[in-house]
């Protein structure tokens, strides 16, 4: 039976700051601290009757037997029949799943100290080739994490368009190149080109043994070591840890390699303290329950489109395109786990950009323009860089201007000057950026994520919606597909 939405529907719309002056302590219900990591969603139109509409959604969608099913490894991903084990990564999981996690980090981690050993000789340089799920969350790391200390050189190289990878070859010193090839299907034509290309460029500056120079970390060993690559320097992880969620497995190495072990174990453990927060704590105060309703009440209620989240910190610039694959490859969906037609919109189209840039370039259509976007701010209060504090500083204030000039709007007889406020926006402010509090606010957006798709009635774990295009370009290559009159006109202009 599909789900009742008819309470959440009807709720009241007051202003924000109606909210505000009728409730002294709306900031205090509808705040959050957890894991470093403090949260704000007092300027969202979130009421404690829109909570407990929610609460009484989640409880119809069965949230906390689904969220039990994920952390004890059930088959919770039941249209690839298939349990989802990201949480046994940080250890969350069922005993089973928690070791056999514990197992393949161990591995992970003897042939990082094989590395740092120089067994496999100096390295200097690590070429990390992956796509999607297999490259967003390590760049993401390192970019944020890695920027005056990475022990090692890393590029993530993911488009098969040649120029990215011509571009590390002109930096990197191919003798002194680690490849690594990071694929869950060791199947990826990107992913594969790509390494190829490494090989051969390896091979063309005299490294004798180009195969061992290779690492693979895949959920296929088989065919990792069929391509190539010893089975020594194979790195595998659970097919039940999916793509985008994969991160904290051996997806993860070149992070682990560039911050080191202590750090890598540092961001499963913050991911691990939002886990226990997300299994124990009332939906309430519950930070990706809460986000999550936040969300549902845009698209759902007010017809939001799209949702943006801004980082106010530049180490942090990453996070913007990360969210893109975990929210709309999760649910981007318009069809519901039971496999009928999903009666509602799906998740809303997660976009953003970085502050204080994007103030200059995209902000006119948040402050004024027709479209309802929730926006998110995440800022850090310890600055990433040693200049003067007026950088940091103004950021900051920035970031916290733009919230409240959302929500207060200015009237004006001219409408061109018109700021119409009450616009929503939600703020997550981190103490400090290291690998403990960016594992917590990544594991965050994973479990809203799953929140979100639990009272949607959608599969967050599946992607079907990217094969159409994978295999169409795949006959095109084998001369086997027959296309439109466009298309083959394009074709034709490109190949002849
Ligand atoms: O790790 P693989 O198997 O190369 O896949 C890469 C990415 O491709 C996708 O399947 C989408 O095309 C993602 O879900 C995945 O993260």
Request: hydrophobic share 45%.
């Amino acid at each position: 039976m599909p789900a009742d939405w008819t309470a959440i529907e009807a709720l009241p719309a007051p202003r924000l700051e109606t909210l505000f002056a009728e409730d002294p302590n709306r900031l205090a219900t509808f705040s959050v601290d957890v894991a470093g990591l403090h949260f704000d969603w007092s300027k969202t139109h979130l009421t404690a009757q829109a909570v407990a509409a929610f609460e009484a959604l989640a409880k119809a969608q069965d949230l906390a037997g689904k969220r039990e099913a994920l952390f004890a490894g059930d088959v919770i991903n039941t249209t690839e029949g298939r349990a989802v084990t990201h949480v046994a990564e940080r250890g969350e999981g069922s005993v089973d799943d928690v070791a056999k996690a514990r197992v393949l980090h161990a591995r992970m981690r003897a042939l990082i100290d094989a590395i740092e050993g120089e067994a496999l000789g100096p390295i200097r340089h690590v070429l990390h080739v992956g796509i999607g799920g297999s490259a967003l969350g390590p760049d993401l790391l390192i970019d944020a994490l890695g920027r005056d200390d990475s022990r090692y050189d890393v590029a993530i190289v993911s488009n098969i368009d040649g120029a990215a990878l011509e571009e590390v070859f002109k930096k990197f010193d191919p003798t002194a190149t680690l490849l690594v090839i990071a694929s869950k299907t060791f199947t990826t034509k990107e992913t594969l080109t790509n390494a190829e290309s490494v090989l051969q460029w390896m091979g063309e500056a005299g490294v004798d043994d180009v195969y061992g120079r290779v690492v693979a970390l895949t959920a296929d060993p088989d065919k990792a070591v069929e391509w190539g690559v010893d089975e020594t320097r194979v790195l595998p992880f659970a097919d039940s840890v999916g793509g985008r969620y994969s991160l904290w497995s051996s997806i993860g190495f070149p992070a682990a390699l560039a911050l080191g072990w202590d750090n890598f174990q540092d961001m499963l453990d913050g991911a691990g303290e939002m886990d226990r927060h997300f299994r124990q704590t009332s939906l309430s105060q519950n930070a990706p329950a809460l986000a999550a309703f936040a969300d549902l009440y845009y698209t759902q209620v007010r017809h939001a489109e799209t949702r943006a989240t801004f980082a106010y910190d530049e180490r942090l610039r990453l996070l913007p395109s990360y969210l893109q694959q975990l929210e709309m490859e999760s649910n981007g969906k318009g069809v519901t786990i039971d496999g009928v037609k999903l009666d509602r919109p799906s998740a809303a189209i997660t976009w953003g950009g970085v502050g204080t840039d994007a103030q200059h370039a995209v902000f006119q259509l948040l402050h004024q323009g027709t479209h309802l976007v929730p926006v998110e701010f995440v800022a850090v209060i310890e600055p990433g860089d040693t200049l003067a504090e007026e950088h940091h500083r103004q950021l900051l204030l920035n970031a916290f201007a733009q919230g409240a000039a959302l929500m207060k709007g200015r009237p004006n007889d001219d409408l061109a000057r018109s700021y119409s406020g009450d616009r929503p926006s939600s703020t997550i402010l981190l103490e400090v950026l290291d690998a403990r509090t960016l594992g917590a606010l990544i594991a965050f957006y994973e479990q809203r994520v799953f929140v979100n798709g639990v009272l949607l009635g959608i599969n967050p774990f599946d992607q079907f919606g990217v094969e159409l295009g994978k295999e169409m370009a795949k006959a095109a290559d084998a001369g086997g597909q027959e296309f439109d009159v466009s298309t083959a006109d394009l074709i034709k202009r490109a190949f002849g």
